[in-house]
């Protein structure tokens, strides 16, 4: 296991234990894939990549807000100005420019090795030009009301090193520079990084001199480690403890309503696939998931409320669409979905299969809270109406190169919805995968569809804020009828802190020491 020390005796005051008053150690769920911030759009690197690296606007739950761009305004239908925050530098030292925005958006569009790319983000973005170290100027393919929420996802690098740098000089320290709160001290793959206050950042001083980010994937062994005293904050707290948590005095439970939903997605590739075959365990000459009645049936064999309470323990909601209750998009006239196991079989035998089929269900298990038990669950539902359902649990980094080239039948994905409003979902999950528009990058299943696509690009192109929504709502009930994907429910955010700490929710369910702070 590769392990970097840029500072020996830093890395030693920063060990494994808790916290001291200057300091924190963390426990998170997510696994990291690199250090490099535009490798992959995954949820553990970019709460790792926020204590290190800042966005041309900050990007919160509630809105865009300055950051290394003070203010912005567009010039015409396709032009926007943004004049950057002066005195920025980079943690080497050297002074942050409009020039490092234009390499950053240049840079993000093809990192080598990325399987899930910030393509999408930059999709719209025609031209950036540095008109002069202060003022960036970004021409848009279309008219984009969302730019600011679109470009805001990526994270910003140095020209000055990245160009001369790979994702491994990243991993490695060498290239781990970044205009954040916090500097890289050490970073051991599959363990922890360790941060230390970066006495050059721009914004407010962050209250930690030191951090320990500790990847814990394992939800009972984060508990412990929180009630040993090794770490001081935890993240996505599992069901079965939270209870517990919270009878515990020296411990304080943070719960918050989240905007991560799970979503089942099935396969639309078309001929055979390795994971559907007869009863017999003889392969099917086509792919029965491409029939909608398939789909239903599979949608409506699902007891959600069931999950919700005896999987989830009380701590997700019911979901029905990919977006949450009131937020932006949200369309509010598409019912919960009726669990009805005798109408599944109807829709099966309708659909040529009375007996059903045999299925594999993929899962990665050290990913998502509770995602292997849940699923679990719904083979057996699955079951019940006759599609023999197998699990089978892979690690991450297996899942996530397979379910990308889309060689499961049925694979699932935990989307963050992290801009809070539907077009995000929309452009990542739903929309026809196309690596040269950076559309679908999660679009793991390959579900494509003429009338979603002209959906997002009317979306996108709407700046009466009415319209946009209204178009944003037909753009779900399309998703829903055709069951382009199986919403199980939306997570809760929580959080469990010794005494005296508290968290903060920051954007969708990042967690980082931004977030903690001493009551």
């Known amino acids: 296991m590769n392990r970097i020390l840029l500072t020996a005796l830093t890395a030693a005051l920063l060990g494994a234990g808790a916290a001291s008053a200057q300091s924190v150690s963390i426990g998170f769920a997510d696994p990291v894939s690199s250090i490099d911030p535009q490798l992959n759009n995954h949820a553990g690197d970019r709460s790792l990549a926020l204590h290190l690296f800042d966005s041309i606007v900050d990007r919160r739950d509630s809105g865009n ?16 100005e943004f004049k950057l925050r002066p005195n920025v530098v980079w943690s080497d030292g050297k002074p942050f420019t409009a020039d490092d925005l234009v390499y950053s958006f240049e840079r993000a569009r093809k990192v080598p090795g990325s399987v899930a790319s910030y393509a999408s983000s930059l999709r719209t973005v025609e031209s950036a030009t540095a008109k002069d170290p202060l003022t960036l100027i970004i021409k848009t393919t279309i008219p984009n009301p969302e730019l ?18 790979s994702t491994e000089d990243y991993n490695a320290g060498r290239a781990a520079i970044g205009t954040g709160p916090y500097v890289l001290t050490s970073w051991t793959p599959g363990d922890r990084a360790v941060f230390a206050r970066n006495d050059k950042f721009w914004g407010p001083k962050p209250a930690w001199e030191k951090v320990t980010y500790r990847y814990i994937n394992n939800a009972a062994a984060r508990t412990a480690a929180l009630l040993a005293g090794d770490v001081d904050v935890i993240d996505k707290v599992s069901a079965s403890d939270v209870d517990r948590l919270r009878k515990t005095p020296n411990v304080s439970v943070y719960a918050y309503p989240g905007l991560r939903v799970l979503l089942v997605q099935p396969s639309f590739r078309k001929g055979p696939n390795e994971f559907i075959t007869d009863n017999a365990g003889k392969p099917l000459a086509e792919n029965p998931l491409l029939d909608v009645r398939v ?7 699902i007891n959600r409320k069931t999950l919700v309470d005896r999987v989830m323990q009380g701590t997700a909601t019911v979901a029905n669409q990919w977006m949450p209750a009131k937020t932006f998009g949200y369309n509010p006239d598409v019912k919960d979905i009726a669990y009805d196991a005798a109408q599944a079989k109807k829709l099966l035998a309708d659909a040529g299969f009375p007996e059903g089929f045999k299925l594999t269900v993929h899962v990665p298990g050290d990913r998502y809270p509770l995602g292997a038990e849940t699923l679990q669950a719904v083979a057996q539902f699955w079951s019940r109406i006759g599609v023999k359902t197998q699990l089978e649990v892979v690690p991450w980094s297996v899942y996530s190169a397979r379910a990308n080239k889309n060689e499961f039948a049925i694979s699932i994905v935990a989307w963050g919805n992290g801009t809070g409003e539907a077009g995000y979902g929309l452009q990542n999950v739903f929309a026809t995968a196309n690596n040269q528009k950076g559309l679908g990058n999660s679009n793991w299943g390959r579900y494509s569809s003429v009338d979603v696509d002209k959906a997002l690009e009317a979306a996108t192109v709407e700046f009466n804020t009415e319209r946009r929504a209204a178009i944003l709502r037909h753009s779900v009930k399309l998703v829903s009828d055709d069951v382009a994907a199986i919403p199980l429910f939306h997570y809760q955010n929580i959080w469990a802190a010794k005494k005296g700490l508290k968290v903060e929710p920051y954007i969708s369910d990042r967690t980082t020491a931004m977030q903690v702070s001493k009551q």
């Not at 807000?65 to 926007?80: E, F, N």
């Not at 996802?153 to 740098?165: D, L, N, P």
């Not at 239903?296 to 064999?301: E, V, W, Y």
């Open 148 to 165: 600011l929420t679109n470009i805001g996802a990526v994270h910003i690098v140095s020209r000055h090193v990245g160009e001369k740098a």
């Open 295 to 301: 789909r239903q049936a599979l949608n409506i064999a």
């Open 65 to 80: 807000l300055p950051s290394l761009a003070l203010s912005w305004k567009t010039l015409d239908d396709k032009t926007w």
